[in-house]
C-alpha cells in the first residue's frame, strides 16, 4: 500500500500499524537527515515494523554525493587523517 508523507497526515501512521512492514521513501536531494529521523521516530512509535528506506528521485550524477554513512542521529563519522 502507498501512502501520504508520515509526518504530513495521520493516515500514513494508521496504516503503518496495521501492515506487516513498512519502506520509508525518502525524497533525493529534497529530505533533510532531521525531516527523515523524525519519520523515523514517528513510524516507530506507531509500532511499525521498519523494513529500510528507499532513496528516489536520486539523478544518477548526484549519486557519489549520497554514498556516505551517518550515524543513528544523523550526523556523519569525522573523517581520521592519515
Known sequence: MDSPPILAVADASMLASQVTGTLLVIAAGNSPIQICLRAKEALEATG??????????L????????????????????????
Request: glycine letters at 8%; a positive charge; aromatic letters at 8%.
Open 48 to 57: 511499525a515494523k521498519i523494513l529500510g528506506a528507499v532513496l528516489n528521485k
Open 59 to 82: 539523478s544518477p550524477g548526484r549519486a557519489e554525493a549520497y554514498y556516505h554513512s551517518y550515524d543513528e542521529a544523523g550526523n556523519r563519522p569525522k573523517r581520521r587523517h592519515t
